[in-house]
């Protein structure tokens, strides 16, 4: 046996119970069946307590039994505010209760409601500015209580995934309408997703009652689900919540532990409606719920959700759900309708046939509880809206099932930038103004009816066909099947306490009163309103208090409903997963060709942009980089510099496209000759560099900055997109690696394995360009420069690299080659004075403050920037980057962006600095202001702690001045 | 997740394009002002209504041209660089010719 | 070992994977690829890394006359690419550009003659480095679509994504190029992207290779499916 609550079939077509299943709840072990969730197992075994609520820490249980509210949050091990109604018990489940100290049963924090109305409305707002500094005396009590449920931090998340998809017509929601709409749409050959968030298909077919017999719900759900699952492309997605409208039907869904991307060209939404509050004193208890959830209880789950019952309505719903409860053997105190008059449709036929005592005209005015649960309610007349006659009657019972109304699942369809409209005459919100594309059909259009609602998903099947196909198919009408019966709602469902309690939002403990008392404390837009009194704000998402909230704020505020309407409902609709939205995540890493090659030799790798590269080789940064450093100096070394840009410019226009594009002269620039190319923006900033080698007179090969070269590449294509000139782009800096062998013995090396190409420097002079044949690898040779020494750049195809690492290595073993890394690299280029861009420029560098007019051909008719430059030139210069020197040893290293002051005004920057071996002193360069650039000044730099250190300013190149070196 | 209809590629999803902001006509850099040059440079129309703007496909590096309603955020058309740019004539000068 | 990739002058950023996961080597005119893995997966799609396939790109207002002039088919649009005679693919980029894949027999012989003719060429026609700025993965098996879905955003299902159809799209976050190829009767995909990229694509593929029991392949899969029919 499962509990002293269960019902025999055929209650309970979710549970198998013939499995068993042990589970614990907060220490206590339960045993529940397959198919039961944590709230189901825990109702058949009587125990309806779940949580505390957030603020008053009162005693909660089920309310919508379909994860709709906060009332079922618990804690699992390794997941915090789980829904207990929505979560199915699996053996050996561990489930605590959340927020309380002390017990469950009796939460020592319960006291807190006795202080209620020193917690007004605003209280947490208000007391972070009044009176001045009690934020810091309350921030600690605050923070104590406030969040819900215990993260594991030990946790990891595993196995979260993402999914692309796409399709023609999603479907959302496999209710009576969205199988209909499913099934239309896929007869019609379109491609569809019908996606729930229950496990079985059917909806509300599955436990509401649709006539006196009992029979046609279950009827019509076995025929629509056959009907669907017999067309071969409906894909559906059970237990899956679609959790958000985005920008041209592009739609998350979430199921399990993956988030799939969809996007579909047309999206049928079949979301339903949510049923809503009552709000009377203590209507929070359990024992209190949705009729749905009773039912939900009964016939999903075959458990009896009382014993003796009162049902609240102003609908059908409240009867159809009495003669289940009567089906189920719970006795009916009383059916209390808030309507005058309950019409005459053969649901209320039935009620009355069976001898239940209804009460027209009546409401429920308070709730009593006993313990934990509902022990009675005071019912009495209604005499005018919100109004109830002075006194009533008592009726004891431990269940009490509202249905006064609904609310349209509307937040999918505004988030899609539908309005809300509410209508007066059916007191009900209604939805219009959707975009393209997508297509409200059902009860989320209004229809209570179920014909008019399955009339409804063809009509919008119809038109999704007639959208992807392109076809003409005449659309079906709804017919207006929704007569005075069948309007659901009750206009105003809200009945005021003198001792308050009537609750408005359960998540927040929100009361008539708190709602009313923001509008008189000035906060009368319904946005305000929320923001003030947190209304909304729970993890229901104003489900069930966005539709009384805007009563109460329309009423104290003199507007209509519509008017006032509701707060916007962002994605997500329902409560997803930092591991969701993590998922799988694609961090992309470029290596070269010889990366292995670095990792060999012990190199420490560093990950710049995406690219790999060897920073030194070696444990100890300093020792490897000062001997790397002394190795190019004296000997020879090689960098592997694969990640140069480069770009090829070919066609008759080529020179002249390079001309606009650079600041330098290209046109008259000799085959077989490198040429520095420095790129400035229409700004007039310097924005890039590199070299130009021209190959042939319509062939150039440029290398552009690792970090720059996409840019470069995409900011040509654009301007050429303009001039049209006869040049053609590619950007092929994958296409090859690239070595820099340099160092004074570099030549000898490299002769050796080019035994075909005369590598003098007569023959091949500073920046010279060949093509050869390096150790049988096709390649071009640049004769650069950057670390100031004799060198060459080797530019190889792609897949050599890791064969020309080798061949140079073999090869230079006499010269005693060897690698150097990023690091030696940048204190190499430092020496010598040479500027990185980007890091010794910023978004504001003209070429003229670093130092590089003499890369401006300023004669030439046009280039990109040429204008600005000019407009520069013709203005003071703010500031200069500069050279500096520090000779004192003992002094620290500044680091880039440490402060150059004056006066202790901030008057420039550090860009690069690092103690020169081979120098024996720091160097640097730094901006400073464009009066104070002459060799011998002295600035002031504050390094880190605030020790400031004293510079002096000297003239680029720190080393081999005459450039000699490289000259070779 | 909002589709642009890329001239070459087709109807992709937006995260797939680059931003090359507003289309402007470069005023001729040698006969106009200082002010006109630098509200050129650095200003954008950001106009409420259709405007027309680079959008490059980075995959392809495939630049081309949409008008985009700012207010809607509806992409009216996307078109061919080559249907507004005609090409030398519509740049400054170089006085030399383009072989 | 004779065939090893460290003896050869061209060799993939792959091969110590290969090596490390059991991998066969062959040599095909100097290019060492793998032949097949000590285990190989059963039913599931497959990853073969054909890096080193001959392969080859061009561009410019007059490449697609020095394409005529050389293969006896060429593809009509831009996204589209077609099977020549020669078992040589030719995709269409754009108007103006054009990619070649070798067969995966390594026995094409378009591909050289195109270079040939490039090299030749005085026209406005531009060769692209296609073997050395692209890696190239084949990725075959009825769930290849599937596969893709966890890294790509294009809907690559069949009857969607055409025979021979082409999309340049972001693939885990780099570009890409997925072009539809049946490999004998298996359908599959050609995945072309920046060669710098190769192991982290690869990484990636394999992983989500996972699920459908899918994972690595050498060129003998493609043999013996072609002894299958």
């Not at chain 1, 249905?403 to 009900?428: E, F, I, K, R």
């Not at chain 3, 012989?109 to 030749?120: F, N, P």
């Not at chain 3, 993965?137 to 021979?164: H, M, N, Y």
Request: charged share 20%; with cysteine.
């Amino acid at each position: 046996m499962t509990g002293i609550n269960r019902l025999p079939e055929p209650f309970g077509s979710q549970v198998q119970a013939n499995t068993v299943i042990q589970f614990q709840f907060d220490g206590r072990e339960y045993t529940g069946m397959q198919g039961d969730t944590v709230a189901s197992a825990l109702a058949a075994n009587d125990q309806w307590l779940l949580s505390r609520s957030f603020k008053y820490h009162r005693p909660r249980g089920a309310l919508t039994m379909a994860g709709q509210d906060a009332n079922t949050l618990v804690q699992l091990p390794a997941d915090p505010n789980a829904l207990a109604d929505v979560v199915e018990i699996e053996d050996g489940l561990r489930v605590s209760a959340q927020n309380f100290i002390g017990s469950l049963t009796s939460d020592r924090l319960a006291f807190i409601e006795y202080f209620s109305r020193f917690l007004p409305v605003g209280f947490y707002y208000k007391a972070f500015f009044r009176p001045r500094g009690i934020w810091e005396k309350w921030a600690r009590f605050f923070r104590s209580k406030a969040g819900l449920g215990v993260v594991d931090e030990s946790c990891i998340a595993r196995d979260y995934d993402k999914q692309y998809k796409f399709c023609d017509v999603l479907v959302v929601g496999a209710g009576a309408a969205g199988l209909t709409a499913a099934i239309e749409a896929g007869r019609r050959g379109l491609n569809v997703i019908l996606v729930d968030e229950n496990a079985a298909l059917g909806g509300a077919l599955n436990y509401t009652r649709l006539d006196s017999g009992g029979s046609r719900a279950a009827q019509l759900r076995e025929q629509l689900v056959s009907e669907t699952l017999s067309v071969e492309n409906i894909e559906v997605m059970t237990r899956a919540i679609v959790n958000g409208w985005f920008a041209d039907n592009w739609v998350p869904i979430v199921r399990g532990k993956r988030l799939f991307k969809v996007r579909a060209a047309e999206v049928i939404l079949c979301t339903g409606a949510l049923p809503q509050l009552a709000v009377f004193r203590n209507n929070d208890l359990p024992g209190i719920m949705m009729t749905s959830a009773a039912s939900r209880l009964m016939h999903l789950y075959g458990v009896r959700p009382g014993r003796n019952a009162v049902i609240l309505t102003s609908n059908d719903e409240g009867y159809a759900c009495a003669l289940d409860l009567l089906d189920a053997g719970v006795k009916i105190r009383a059916l209390v309708d808030m309507r005058r008059n309950a019409g005459e449709t053969p649901l209320t036929q039935a009620v009355r046939a069976k001898g239940v005592p209804i009460t027209e005209s009546s409401a429920i005015y308070s709730a009593r509880r006993s313990g934990n649960h509902l022990a009675a309610v005071e019912v009495r007349e209604v005499v005018a809206q919100g109004r109830l006659s002075e006194t009533g009657n008592q009726i004891s019972c431990d269940l009490l099932c509202m249905s006064v109304g609904h609310m349209p699942a509307y937040q999918l369809a505004c988030q899609a930038g539908a309005t809300l409209d509410y209508h007066d005459n059916s007191s009900q919100f209604s939805i219009s103004n959707l975009p393209a594309h997508l297509q409200i059909a059902g009860m989320v259009h209004g229809y209570a009816d179920m014909d008019a609602a399955i009339k409804d998903a063809k009509r919008a099947a119809v038109i999704a066909a007639n959208s992807v196909g392109n076809t003409n198919e005449e659309i079906p009408l709804t017919d207006n099947g929704a007569t005075p019966s069948e309007t659901v709602n009750f206009d105003w469902p809200m009945f005021a306490h003198p001792k308050g309690k009537e609750f408005v939002d359960l998540d927040e403990d929100l009361q008539m009163a708190d709602i009313i008392n923001a509008t008189h404390d000035g906060y009368e837009h319904i946005q305000l309103v929320k923001r003030y009194s947190t209304c909304g704000m729970g993890p229901s998402q104003g489900r069930h208090s966005a539709l009384p909230a805007a009563r109460l704020v329309a009423n104290e505020t003199g507007r209509t409903i519509g008017e006032t309407g509701v707060t916007t409902a962002r994605p997500p609709f329902a409560a997803e997963k930092l591991a969701h939205c993590a998922g799988r995540s694609f961090y992309p890493a470029r290596r070269s060709n010889m990366h292995y090659r670095h990792v060999e030799a012990g190199a420490t790798m560093l990950q710049i942009g995406n690219w790999y590269r060897p920073a030194h080789y070696g444990d100890d940064k300093r020792t490897a980089v000062e001997s790397e450093a002394q190795a190019v100096r004296n000997d020879v070394g090689i960098i592997d510099v694969s990640t140069l840009g480069g770009i090829e410019v070919r066609g008759p226009d080529a020179a002249q496209f390079l001309n606009r594009i650079y600041t330098f002269a290209f046109l008259k620039q000799p085959v077989g000759r490198a040429r520095y190319a420095l790129m400035t923006n229409e700004a007039g900033v310097v924005i890039d560099d590199g070299v130009a080698c021209r190959m042939s007179d319509d062939h150039f090969y440029v290398t552009a900055t690792t970090g720059g070269v996409d840019r470069v590449y995409q900011s040509m294509l654009k301007w050429n997109a303009q001039w049209r000139m006869q040049v053609d782009l590619a950007n092929v800096t994958s296409a090859y690696c690239a070595v820099n062998i340099a160092g004074p013995k570099s030549r000898q090396v490299l002769q050796r394995l080019c035994p075909d190409t005369d590598l003098s420097s007569e023959a091949f002079p500073y920046m010279g360009v060949r093509t050869a044949t390096v150790a049988g690898i096709p390649a071009r040779l640049l004769r650069v420069g950057f670390v100031g020494e004799l060198g060459f750049e080797i530019h190889a195809p792609q897949h050599a690299g890791e064969a020309l690492w080798d061949a140079l290595l073999d090869g230079g073993q006499e010269e005693g080659i060897r690698p150097f890394g990023v690091e030696a690299q940048r204190l190499l280029r430092l020496e010598k004075g040479h500027i990185i861009i980007g890091q010794d420029t910023d978004a504001m560098s003209s070429p003229a403050e670093v130092a590089m007019s003499w890369a401006i051909a300023a004669r030439k008719p046009f280039f990109v920037g040429n204008r600005s430059i000019r407009d520069l030139a013709a203005r003071p210069q703010k500031r200069a980057l500069v050279g500096f020197e520090i000779r004192c040893s003992a002094a620290p290293v500044p680091k880039e962006c440490h402060l150059v002051l004056s006066d202790e005004r901030m008057v420039g920057r550090v860009t690069s600095s690092a103690w020169s071996p081979a120098l024996q002193r720091t160097i640097g360069l730094a901006y400073v202001p464009a009066d104070q650039t002459a060799p011998g000044t002295s600035i002031e730099i504050r390094t880190d702690g605030g020790v400031m250190v004293s510079a002096t300013i000297v003239p680029t190149p720190f080393y081999d001045p005459d450039n000699k070196r490289q000259d070779l | 997740m909002k589709l642009l209809h890329c001239p070459l590629n087709g109807p992709r999803n937006i995260s797939e394009f680059t931003y090359g902001g507003e289309v402007h006509a470069m005023p001729d850099p040698d006969a106009c002002d200082s002010s006109e040059w630098a509200e050129y440079v650095f200003f954008d129309d950001n106009r409420a209504g259709v405007v027309t703007e680079w959008w490059c496909h980075t995959a392809t590096s495939f630049w081309f041209l949409a008008d985009r309603n700012t207010v809607s955020d509806e992409i009216m058309r996307t078109y061919l660089p080559a249907e507004r740019f005609s090409g030398l004539a519509a740049a400054p000068p170089d006085g030399e010719p383009s072989s | 070992m004779s065939a090893y990739p460290q003896n050869s002058l061209r060799r993939s950023q792959l091969y110590r994977w290969h090596h490390e996961h059991g991998a066969h080597f062959a040599n095909i005119a100097n290019l060492v690829v793998v032949n097949n893995y000590d285990s190989e997966r059963g039913d599931g799609p497959g990853l073969c890394d054909l890096s080193l396939l001959p392969r080859t790109g061009l561009k410019g207002p007059d490449a697609i006359r020095l394409l005529q002039s050389t293969v006896d088919d060429t593809p009509m649009e831009p996204n589209q690419s077609i099977l020549t005679s020669d078992d040589t693919r030719i995709a269409r980029l754009s108007l103006e550009e054009f990619l070649l894949l070798g067969s995966v027999d390594f026995e094409t012989s378009e591909i050289a003659m195109v270079d040939q003719a490039l090299a030749a060429t005085s026209g406005m026609t531009y060769s692209l480095p296609r073997a050395d700025s692209h890696c190239l993965f084949a990725l075959k098996g009825r769930d290849s679509p599937e596969v893709l879905a966890k890294l790509c955003a294009i809907d690559l299902r069949p009857g969607w994504f055409a025979t021979g159809a082409v999309a340049q799209t972001s693939m885990a976050r780099v570009n890409a190029i997925i072009i539809q190829h049946h490999f004998a009767a298996e359908p599959g995909f050609f995945l072309l992207a920046d060669s710098a990229s190769t192991e982290y694509l690869w990484t990636c593929l394999l992983d989500a290779l996972q699920e459908f029991d899918g994972g690595a392949v050498g060129l003998d899969s493609f043999r013996t499916m072609q002894h299958k029919e």
